[in-house]
C-alpha cells in the first residue's frame, strides 16, 4: 500500500507544521538522482513524493515541469521540500511570473541524510504527465553583467571572483549592497595569498554607492597573474550584491 505509506506524514505535516517519517517497510520510494530527469503521473488526488539522498553543503536546484496540456491554468504544478529532520526548507508554485512551472532555487543541504520532495499541483486537483529534475547549483545565483556580477551573499559566506591581471594594469573594484540591509567588506589577493588591499566602507565620489558599500580604487597590478577578489558582509548578514571592476 505505498499510497498509504506516504498519506500519514502529510497528515501529521498539515497538524503539527512539522513533516514526520515514520518507520516503514514500503519499498517503493522514488529516487532522484542528479540531472537524471524523472517523468511521472498525478492522478488528480493524490501527490507524488520523491527522495534526494543529499550531501552536507551541497546546494542544488529542483525543477518539476508538466508535460501535458501546458496552456491549461489549472495545471499548476507545486514543489516542496523537507530536511532529514522534517523541517519544511522550501516551497515553490510559480517560479515566474509568467511560468507556472514550479522550482525550488539553491537549496542549501545542511545534513548528509535522505530529503523528501513533495510534487503535486495546486490544490492536489489536476492530473496529467510532469517531468521533476535536481541539480548541483550555484548557492550565490550570479547572474553576469558587464565586468561584474550580481549574486544573493548567503549569511556567514564569502564570495570570490578570480581574475587574471597583468602587470601595469590598474583596477576599481565596487561591492554594493542592493538590498539596502549589508556593511560590505571587499579585499583582494595576490597570486601568492596575500592580501593586497581591501575597504570596508568607501570615501570615493562614486554617487551609485551608498555610504556603507566598499571600493578599491585605482589598484596598481605589479606581478602578471591569478587574483582573487572577496566580498562577505562585515556582520555575516544575506542579501545581494552587485560586484563590479574596471580595467584602465
Known sequence: MPRLSHLLPVCLLILTGTFVLLASTD???????????????????????????GTEGETVTITMTSLSNIEDALNNPILEIWDVRGKRLAYNDDRRHDDRNAQLSHIRLLDDGDYVIRADTYGGIYAGAF????????????????????FHLPPYSIFTHTLRLQAGDIITISAQDLSNTLDPLLWITAPDGRRIAQNDDHTSTDLALGVLDAQIADLNIITTGDYTIHVRDFLGRNGRVRLTWIMR
Open 27 to 53: 519499498d517503493s520510494r522514488q529516487w532522484l538522482t542528479l540531472d537524471t530527469p524523472t517523468r511521472f503521473e498525478l492522478d488528480g488526488i493524490s501527490p507524488q513524493f520523491f527522495y534526494y539522498a
Open 131 to 150: 517531468e521533476i529534475i535536481i541539480r548541483q547549483s550555484d548557492p550565490f545565483g550570479k547572474i553576469d553583467i558587464p565586468n561584474g556580477w550580481d
